[in-house]
């Protein structure tokens, strides 16, 4: 948790913005947003801002959804994001 700590309280030592503003740099890469309500690092904006900037995403968010991934709700969501990464790799268009 220590860690953790230090990473946020120094925005995990990134230039303000910068995951934002070069998100297009992902481009290609399979992957997808998954955002809880309670996630402590931002509000449901930045999957939001991140979204139309990643060709070929999936976000999901869920109130329902909390940020301690051994929820249900959380742990469902990355397992399904999981499976469809898998199909996405193992199967390119």
């Known amino acids: 948790m220590r860690i953790c700590s230090h990473y946020f309280a120094h925005d995990?030592?990134?230039e303000d913005?910068?995951?934002i503003r070069?998100?297009?740099k992902l481009a290609g890469i399979p992957g997808v947003l998954i955002h809880g309500r309670n996630d402590l690092g931002g509000g449901a904006c930045t999957p939001w801002e991140?979204?139309?900037r990643m060709a070929r995403r999936r976000s999901s968010s869920s109130s329902k959804t909390p940020a301690?991934?051994?929820a249900p709700p959380m742990t469902d969501e990355m397992h399904a994001a999981a499976d469809r990464l898998y199909e996405?790799?193992?199967n390119p268009a």
């Open 12 to 14: 995990g030592f990134l």
């Open 88 to 90: 996405q790799i193992a």
């Open 68 to 70: 301690i991934p051994a």
């Open 22 to 24: 070069e998100a297009g």
């Open 50 to 52: 991140l979204r139309p």
């Open 17 to 19: 913005g910068v995951l």
